[in-house]
């Protein structure tokens, strides 16, 4: 897979300043194995300083939060959002997969026209939403997203 899109808001980071086990190993493999990163976030731009904090930002290629773009009003959690991060990427949607823990995200990678998408659980049991929305793949965990990036 060349290119990679993150939920940031509650996929990578547990809390507010904490990220769930293996994001920054899983991020350090990417870059080894070439693939471009991207995030998205509903947040606005202080996800970008949470990053920063975190020690991971120089992993991401892009990042999309709620309020950049003003002039074009490019939501990130819309299609049209997918597709910017995309296109700043230099990436086509059949080159990308999202990962995320929400089902509303998976739709949108579905939406986007994404190659695939991975739903993570994060070892809450709870995988229903995830099937619901069409998740093509589901990790218990974040270590466990990186045998599901092909």
């Known amino acids: 897979m060349r290119a990679v899109i993150f939920d ?12 769930h086990e293996g994001v920054t190993d899983l991020l350090a493999i ?13 947040k606005d731009h202080r996800i970008l300083v949470r990053l920063e904090e975190a020690g991971i930002r ?16 490019i939501e990130p959690k819309e299609p ?11 990436m086509a949607p059949e080159q990308a997969v999202l990962v995320s823990h929400a089902h509303g995200d ?29 998740a093509d793949y589901i990790a218990e965990d974040i270590p ?4 599901m990036i092909g």
């Open 8 to 19: 940031l808001d509650h996929t990578l980071f547990m809390t507010e300043d904490t990220l």
């Open 106 to 134: 998976i739709l949108l990678g579905k939406d986007a026209g994404l190659v695939y998408t991975i739903g993570v659980s994060h070892g809450s049991g709870n995988v229903s939403p995830l099937h619901e929305a069409g």
């Open 144 to 147: 466990a997203v990186l045998g």
């Open 80 to 90: 049209a959002g997918v597709h910017h991060v995309l296109h700043l990427m230099r």
């Open 58 to 73: 120089q992993y991401f290629s892009q990042v999309l939060c709620a309020d950049q773009n003003m002039d074009e009003r």
């Open 30 to 42: 990417l870059r080894r194995l070439d693939a471009r990163v991207a995030g998205l976030s509903n």
